[in-house]
């Protein structure tokens, strides 16, 4: 079975200072990991993917997250935090063995402020 | 590129009645997998079609169907609507038989609000 744990419901940062959002997940597999971003009353937009390939994986906007297999993570970090960066987001799972189902964390709500 | 469309938007269903969701995948994509998006919830996998068979399901009862078209839309039918089905229902399609990727793109989703 996989899944994902999101260890903060809620983050708080100045602009301008750095993101760290916080993934650890659990596969029976090789896993693929997932970073979405869910703006308000918006669609999911995916940032990164983690597929087997380099543990450091850059994304859309600034953001990155490295894989870390000895410590199942797969934390999201950000070097300097803009206003819209303000979202949900969401850390993904998805196993080889699985034929493609997603499993999603319950989601870190980031909040820039000025 | 016309990207993952979803309609309705938003829809207002009575307990017991029928709804159909309906789905349009990204050009080129041949898979479509559904998800439940609970108000404060990640979003739950529902189940997943492929050359028009269901090919994986999540933990939800059988009052939610679905069917995929030759040309590879899809609906969501969910029957015997309960208030707990209130929720935003989204639709993600993917490309099938490439080696490992299993990006989904997601469409904007559809409100479901139960009365």
């Known amino acids: 079975a996989q899944s994902v744990t999101q260890l903060d419901s809620h983050v708080s940062v100045s602009e301008g200072t750095p993101v760290l959002l916080r993934c650890n997940y659990s596969?029976?597999?090789?896993?693929?990991l997932f970073w979405y971003v869910q703006h308000p009353n918006k669609g999911l937009q995916l940032l990164l993917k983690?597929?087997?390939?380099?543990?450091l994986v850059k994304g859309i906007n600034g953001f990155e997250a490295e894989f870390k297999k000895s410590e199942t993570s797969f934390h999201l970090t950000k070097p300097s935090a803009h206003m819209s960066d303000a979202a949900e987001y969401f850390c993904?799972?998805?196993?080889?063995?699985?034929?493609?189902?997603?499993?999603f964390g319950t989601g870190t709500r980031l909040q820039v402020t000025l | 590129d016309a990207g993952v469309t979803q309609s309705p938007t938003h829809l207002i269903k009575t307990r017991g009645q029928q709804v159909t969701l309906r789905c349009s995948p990204k050009?080129?994509?041949?898979?479509v997998s559904w998800y439940q998006q609970a108000l404060g919830q990640g979003p739950q996998f529902i189940f997943q079609?492929?050359?028009?068979?269901?090919?994986q399901r999540g933990n939800f009862p059988d009052r939610f169907s679905g069917h995929q078209f030759p040309n590879y839309s899809s609906e969501l039918n969910v029957n015997a609507l309960l208030l707990g089905d209130s929720a935003l229902y989204l639709c993600?399609?993917?490309?099938?038989?490439?080696?490992?990727?299993?990006?989904?793109?997601f469409g904007p989703g559809t409100r479901l609000t139960v009365t």
């Open positions: 993600a399609s993917s490309q099938a038989g490439t080696l490992v990727t299993y990006e989904q793109y």
């Open positions: 596969s029976s597999y090789s896993p693929s």
């Open positions: 983690y597929t087997s390939a380099a543990t």
């Open positions: 993904v799972v998805s196993d080889q063995g699985t034929a493609s189902k997603l499993t």
């Open positions: 050009s080129g994509h041949d898979t």
């Open positions: 079609y492929y050359e028009e068979e269901e090919r």
